[in-house]
Nanobody, 126 residues
Framework: QVQLVESGGGSVQPGGSLQLSCAAS???????MGWFRQAPGKEREGVAA??????ATSYADSVKGRFTISQDSATLYLQLNSLEAEDTAMYYC??????????????????????WGQGTQVTVSS
C-alpha cells in the first residue's frame, strides 16, 4: 500500500490548463499508476495510466491529445490542456504495485485493490 495525495485542481475557463500532482509516500517507479475522474452522478472513469518506469502510457479517447501523464520518482502528474466543461470532475490518483494486466484494463475499472488518493476538484466553466 501507498498513501497518495493529489493537488493542483481548481477552476478554469474553457480552453484553459491545469497541472495535477499526486505525491506518493514511497518510491513508485515500480507501480502502474493512473488518473481517474468522477463527475456528479456518474461512475468513476479511467483517464490516463502509465506503466512502471514510465515505459508506456494510455489515455481515454476523450482526453487524447489534450492530457499528458508523467511521473518522477514519487510524484505522478497530469497536464490538462484545452479543458472543456465535460472535464469537470473530481480527479483521483491510483496506484497498483502488482498489476499484471494492460494499461487499458487498469483504466477499465476503478478497482478497490488500487491505492487511492482523496481527489482534487477540477471545474471548467465560463
Amino acid at each position: 500500500q501507498v498513501q497518495l495525495v493529489e493537488s493542483g485542481g481548481g477552476s478554469v475557463q474553457p480552453g484553459g490548463s491545469l497541472q495535477l500532482s499526486c505525491a506518493a509516500s514511497r518510491y513508485t517507479y515500480r507501480a502502474t499508476m493512473g488518473w481517474f475522474r468522477q463527475a456528479p452522478g456518474k461512475e468513476r472513469e479511467g483517464v490516463a495510466a502509465i506503466s512502471p518506469r514510465g515505459e508506456a502510457t494510455s489515455y481515454a479517447d476523450s482526453v487524447k491529445g489534450r492530457f499528458t501523464i508523467s511521473q518522477d520518482s514519487a510524484t505522478l502528474y497530469l497536464q490538462l490542456n484545452s479543458l472543456e466543461a465535460e472535464d469537470t470532475a473530481m480527479y483521483y490518483c491510483a496506484a497498483a504495485f502488482r498489476w499484471g494486466g494492460t494499461l487499458w484494463t487498469f483504466l477499465e475499472y476503478a478497482r478497490s485493490e488500487y491505492s487511492w488518493g482523496q481527489g482534487t476538484q477540477v471545474t471548467v466553466s465560463s
